[in-house]
């Protein structure tokens, strides 16, 4: 009998050790965006470099994923959104390798710099202050790629992760 409250015990201090702080090892199920806003006003990105047309990628990238992947609808009309959302874009090019013997570049990637900032329009809280995301895509002019279509698969990773930022921090 001493072993069954034993083991019972054992049981029960293992169960609250997981029943801590947060639920269930961390777990929780409240929503991964603020839900006191509806909708987001998607000002368009300014460049911040000498290429041009990346900022109007960018926000179009941009709208797509809020409508896909968060609970908030895109507004065109500036008075009628909840929540305000704008920035800059940055592009250049580095080289990854280059040929040893004539020093031309074999690969290169496009690098790409966002900065993000977010406002929520009703209570004037600025939910994402001058955050910075990086992506990047690597290609090669010997394989007939080009900069271009670099630069727009990581303008599309950089849309990704300016979505992520308007998630809830993790507690």
């Known amino acids: 009998m001493k072993l069954i409250y ?3 015990g054992v049981v029960l201090s293992v ?4 029943c801590g702080q947060g639920g269930f090892a961390g777990y929780q ?5 603020p839900q006191d806003m509806s909708s987001v006003y998607v000002e368009m990105f300014d460049a911040g470099g000498f ?11 941009v709208c797509k994923r809020i409508e896909a992947q968060t609970p908030y ?4 009309d500036r008075s009628l959104a ?7 874009v940055t592009t250049g090019s580095g080289v990854i390798a280059g040929d040893r013997h004539t020093g031309r570049p074999l690969e290169q990637e496009a690098l790409v710099e966002v900065r993000v900032t977010w406002k929520n329009l009703k209570t004037g809280h600025i939910l ?11 290609f090669s002019e010997q394989m007939g790629q080009t900069f271009d279509s670099s630069a727009d ?8 992760r300016v979505v992520e930022l308007m998630e809830r921090p993790w507690q």
Request: hydrophobic content about 45%; glycine content about 6%; proline content about 0%.
């Open 6 to 8: 034993a083991m019972a």
């Open 15 to 18: 169960l609250m050790i997981g």
């Open 29 to 33: 199920n409240e929503w991964l965006h």
């Open 51 to 61: 290429r041009r047309g990346h900022e109007f990628k960018l926000t179009e990238a």
């Open 73 to 76: 609808k895109i507004v065109t």
């Open 82 to 88: 909840d929540s305000i959302l704008s920035g800059t």
């Open 128 to 138: 994402l202050d001058n955050e910075t995301v990086y992506a990047s895509a690597s």
């Open 153 to 160: 698969a990581a303008l599309n990773k950089a849309a990704h």
